[in-house]
């Protein structure tokens, strides 16, 4: 169930990004997928983090984790 809504969202993002291209020009179809591409990013960032908390670990910002696994 899980790959069929990424693939539904892949979709949609497809055909969304299509249709600004076609509207405004191939760089604002580039911003436009880079910002969808970054919000997807963000919320799975924050729902790892959730997951941690839960679990009774201790959540690390940016700076400790590259500080961490270097």
């Given at each position: 169930?899980?790959?069929?809504?990424?693939?539904?969202?892949?979709?949609?993002?497809?055909?969304?990004s299509?249709?600004?291209?076609?509207?405004?020009?191939?760089?604002?179809?580039?911003?436009?997928?880079?910002?969808?591409?970054?919000?997807?990013e963000?919320?799975?960032?924050?729902?790892?983090?959730?997951?941690?908390?839960?679990?009774g670990?201790?959540?690390?910002?940016?700076?400790?984790?590259?500080a961490?696994?270097?």
């Amino acid at each position: 169930m899980k790959n069929f809504g990424f693939r539904i969202l892949a979709t949609l993002v497809v055909l969304s990004s299509t249709w600004v291209f076609l509207v405004r020009g191939s760089e604002a179809k580039q911003r436009w997928v880079f910002k969808m591409k970054d919000r997807y990013e963000a919320r799975k960032m924050l729902a790892q983090k959730r997951q941690v908390k839960r679990r009774g670990g201790v959540v690390l910002d940016d700076m400790e984790m590259q500080a961490y696994h270097s």
